[in-house]
Each structure stands twice: as C-alpha cells, then as structure tokens.
C-alpha cells in the first residue's frame, strides 16, 4: 500500500516562502505525476501543479509565478511571497494516467498552513 | 480555466437514502471527470474515475455516471461512513479544476 507522508512549517509570515515535502512509502516516483492540491478554509479544492519523472511539469496559471515543484528525492513544494490568502490544508498527491483517464488515486493526510502576522 | 459547478452545497439525509450529487463543467470534457470524498483529518479518497469507473476498494452503492458537461454522482442505501464532503474533477485540461464541494450530513 502505497503512503504519503508530508510535512513543512505550519505557520508563516506574510512575505514569507511556503515549503512543504512529501516522501512515498511503498512506491516509486515513476509512472506518475505528483501534485499539490489546496483547501482553504471553508472553501474548496485547488489544484496547484504536477509533475512527473522526467521533469514535465503543469502548474496552476494562478500561481504560477510563485510556485516551484520539483522531484527528487522527495517530492516538494515551493510558495514564495505568501499571504493570508494562501492559508489552506495542502495535500500531496499522485496521478495517475490510465488512458484515456487521469485521476488522482493516493494523497497524503494533508498539512495545516496559516500565514499571520 | 474550465468551471466545474457541482450542486448541491449540503444536503441533508438518512442513512439508507439515496442521494445525488451533480456537476457541470463549462465546456465539455468528454468523460474525464473524477469525484473524491473528504472527511476532516483523513487522506481524501477517489471514488469514480472517467465519469463512472469504480476505484478499486469503492463499495458498489457509489455510482457515476454522465459525459460531455453533466454528470452525477449516486449514493444509494447510504451508510453511517458516507457522510463526508464530496468534490468533482476534471482532469480533461490544465489546471484540473474541482466543484466547489457537497457536504452530505446527517
């Protein structure tokens, strides 16, 4: 049974670089794509971006301008210049492609951000 | 973007109703539509995927149906577990947009 485990700092400063992490357990990286989506509260699911093995990445046009994802080791996301706007529940998450579908099949527990001042 | 517009917001039921939740996208997306149910403090779950594909582990009483711009979700004989928030996702273009959510109570 494949896991997601993720973690990063809770509680930011506005201006401040959001980074969060997330490690697979009983899987690999390849074959998929690994996103992060967001809840903020009170409000619904936003897809922030993906990426895959070989480097191809999707990202959000929203945020794009402030959000790196990358994939190594682990897989990360990067937030830069936060606001209160960016406080949500992250998750980390793979897709999965079964042609002609596209689904997100395992996420991790999610991680509380808030940003305050 | 494409908008997807899932309804209702909440829905009140019973255990052993059955209950519909629909979404509609903005422009058709053929039948890449996934649905998820989230509870608080647990990993969100995939139910459906490609309109009406069952997840492997999804009790049958989950059902998904529709293709182009409308499509439905259907819970029948519900159970204590079910009461969760439910979301849609297309996944027909970047960036995968979700419903805005249906919180199913009790």
């Known amino acids: 049974q494949v896991v997601l485990q993720q973690w990063g700092a809770g509680l930011l400063k506005p201006s401040e670089t959001l980074s969060l992490t997330c490690a697979v357990y009983g899987g690999s990286f390849s074959d998929y794509y690994w996103s992060w989506i967001r809840r903020p509260p009170g409000k619904g699911l936003e897809w922030i971006a993906e990426?895959?093995?070989?480097g191809r990445a999707n990202y959000n046009p929203s945020l794009q301008s402030r959000v790196t994802i990358s994939l190594g080791n682990h897989f990360s996301l990067k937030m830069t210049s936060v606001t209160a706007a960016d406080t949500a529940v992250y998750y980390c998450?793979?897709?999965?492609?079964?042609?002609?579908?596209?689904?997100?099949?395992?996420w991790g527990k999610g991680t509380t951000v808030t940003v305050s001042s | 973007d494409i908008q997807m517009t899932q309804s209702p917001s909440s829905l009140s039921a019973s255990v052993g109703d059955r209950v519909t939740i629909t979404c509609r996208a903005s422009q058709i997306i053929y039948n890449h539509l996934n649905w998820y149910q989230l509870k608080p403090g647990e990993a969100p779950k995939l139910l459906i995927y490609g309109a009406s594909a069952l997840h492997s582990g999804v009790p049958s009483r989950f059902t998904g149906s529709g293709s182009g711009i409308d499509f439905t979700l259907t819970i029948t004989t519900l159970q204590p577990e079910d009461f969760a928030t439910y979301f849609c996702q297309q996944t027909e273009s970047v960036p995968h947009t979700f419903g805005q959510g249906t919180k199913l109570e009790i």
């Open positions: 990426i895959n093995q070989s």
């Open positions: 998450v793979r897709g999965r492609v079964q042609f002609p579908y596209y689904y997100m099949d395992v």
